[in-house]
């Protein structure tokens, strides 16, 4: 990339940054909140302590592994918002594996292991289940992820109700908790197990390096940029679409399986918690690139975690974190349009 070109983007996204804070602030303003104070209070809420800090990093976990896996599928040129649904799949796998192991008499790191890996397998399969509605029924990916989704929460609620109900009690608290034993450690009197962060870390460095570094991601980012001509270079197009489809739903099932054994330890209606969405604005401001995301996704987390502070402190909703996210993504989108035009060259009449 040319020095002018990667000066000027860097200053468009420092002007869309600045933008989305303004749009934000006026947004305070019209409520008559004081917006100084606000900021205050979610750097506050989310970086005031260690234990804020901790619980920041417990939300950044499975947003790391759903970007991640995003990642993969966009760079095959694919909107898999089916996302949502893959963790919950994911989360549902794990709980099922729990339950399954819970009475067999493995040892307790085994039984979290194949939770696990259930999760993964839980997520992968129900994205492969979308990129065969693309590929063989001609459903397209943003559709037929939108439906699973609903068919993955209708599938919770129905579980959490149903056979694998509280004995006596309907509640949308979810299924009994798993005893601690079958939970992945966590550091002393916090809620952040080391082993989550492990995870995540190792999820997002095997995007980064399949993505970057290999082959495979060569020919993904070919059949993203232009399948018709990925097919006639000999590219395998709708195998590797799959592929992607596989990985993303693979990451997103463990960001399930981590909320199953490491944040709620049991099955919860909500158990997505929307971070599947919330990986798609952060895949969309880092412009579908690993480089930055995890830092990124950690100021997303830390907006999320610290705008719990609002309601409590200043009688404001914590939505206001989801505003200042969306403006983000929303300014950002738009400076790159603008940027784009003008690198476009401009053809004189007459040429």
């Not at 305070?28 to 909140?33: F, I, K, R, W």
């Not at 579980?159 to 002393?188: C, H, K, N, Q, Y």
């Not at 990451?251 to 919330?278: E, F």
Request: aromatic share 10%; charged share 10%; with cysteine.
């Amino acid at each position: 990339m040319r020095p002018g070109v990667g000066v000027s983007g860097v200053a468009l996204r420092l002007g869309a940054v600045l933008l989305a804070l303004l749009f934000t602030t006026g947004i305070l303003l019209v409520a008559g909140a004081p917006p100084l104070e606000a900021y205050r209070q979610i750097v506050v809420g989310s970086l005031g302590s260690v234990k804020k800090i901790t619980d920041v990093l417990v939300a950044w976990v499975p947003l790391v592994l759903a970007t991640s896996g995003l990642l993969v599928t966009f760079a095959a040129g694919l909107w898999n918002i089916g996302i949502e649904g893959q963790i919950t799949l994911g989360a549902i796998f794990t709980t099922g594996a729990l339950r399954l192991t819970m009475d067999s008499g493995l040892p307790p790191a085994v039984a979290i292991a194949a939770g696990l890996l259930a999760g993964i397998l839980g997520g992968a399969l129900w994205a492969l289940l979308a990129g065969l509605l693309k590929a063989y029924g001609g459903v397209n990916e943003i559709f037929g992820g939108l439906g699973l989704n609903f068919v993955a929460v209708a599938l919770s609620v129905w579980l959490i109700f149903g056979p694998w109900g509280r004995p006596g009690v309907a509640s949308m608290s979810g299924t009994e908790p798993f005893p601690d034993s079958l939970s992945l450690p966590a550091l002393a009197g916090l809620r952040l197990s080391p082993w989550a962060v492990l995870l995540a870390v190792g999820g997002f460095a095997l995007v980064f390096f399949l993505l970057q570094g290999t082959y495979f991601g060569l020919r993904l980012k070919a059949v993203g940029k232009n399948p018709r001509a990925a097919f006639v270079l000999g590219i395998p197009t709708v195998r590797y679409m799959l592929l992607a489809f596989v990985l993303c739903g693979g990451l997103g099932g463990a960001a399930g399986a981590v909320q199953v054994t490491a944040v709620y330890h049991r099955l919860i209606p909500a158990i997505s918690s929307g971070y599947g969405y919330l990986g798609l604005m952060v895949a969309m401001l880092v412009n579908y690139q690993p480089t930055w995301m995890p830092l990124v996704a950690f100021f997303f987390a830390a907006l999320n975690i610290g705008s719990i502070q609002l309601p409590i402190v200043l009688k404001l909703d914590s939505s206001l974190a989801g505003v200042l996210q969306g403006a983000l993504v929303l300014f950002v989108l738009g400076m790159e349009g603008v940027r784009r035009r003008l690198r476009r060259p401009r053809v004189r009449v007459g040429e």
